[in-house]
């Protein structure tokens, strides 16, 4: 299975690598149709405390804005990680979802061959990628991170 989930973590990194200078990542993000929608309270209560949520039908984001602040208060009042902005910690849990719905709507996004491969995947295999790739995401994007990437990600569960 190793070279299918190179091939698919490439084939999605360069995706991602599309969003357009100057577009923000919700925008990017609405314009391929999914919805995004920011609620205040996530409805998991007890140790599973989702951030955020990708339902495919109609495709649609949830951000669960009261874990996203726990979450910050843990990095900048636990941990000590200054200058991290919740709207970054938002970014993460977008990218996260959104890369569920490259998977789930893998033959919308890609050609069909990739997005045969791409659908070959099973879903633990693609949760681990989402991860390793919203990882790699980060490292580019915000290299200015680098140091607490993985304080950050450490307790990122999206
Ligand atoms: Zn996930």
Redesign the pocket.
């Given at each position: 299975m190793d070279t299918p989930k190179a091939d698919i973590r490439h084939i999605l990194i360069d995706y991602l690598a599309r969003q357009e200078p100057g577009t923000s990542l919700s925008e990017w993000i609405t314009g391929m149709g999914i919805e995004i929608r920011e609620l205040e309270k996530s409805p998991r209560r007890g140790t599973l405390l989702l951030r955020s949520e990708?339902q495919p039908n109609p495709p649609t984001i949830l951000i669960y804005q009261d874990v996203i602040e726990m979450w910050h208060t843990k990095l900048v009042e636990e941990m000590g990680l200054t200058g991290i902005e919740e709207s970054l910690l938002k970014e993460l849990c977008l990218v996260?979802?959104l890369l569920?719905d490259l998977f789930v709507r893998a033959k919308t996004h890609f050609p069909r061959q990739e997005a045969r491969l791409i659908r070959k995947i099973s879903l633990r295999q693609e949760?681990f990628l989402?991860r390793e790739i919203v990882r790699d995401w980060m490292k580019s994007r915000y290299p200015q991170y680098n140091d607490p990437l993985n304080q950050i990600l450490d307790i990122h569960e999206?």
């Open positions: 990708y996260h979802e569920h949760e989402v999206c």
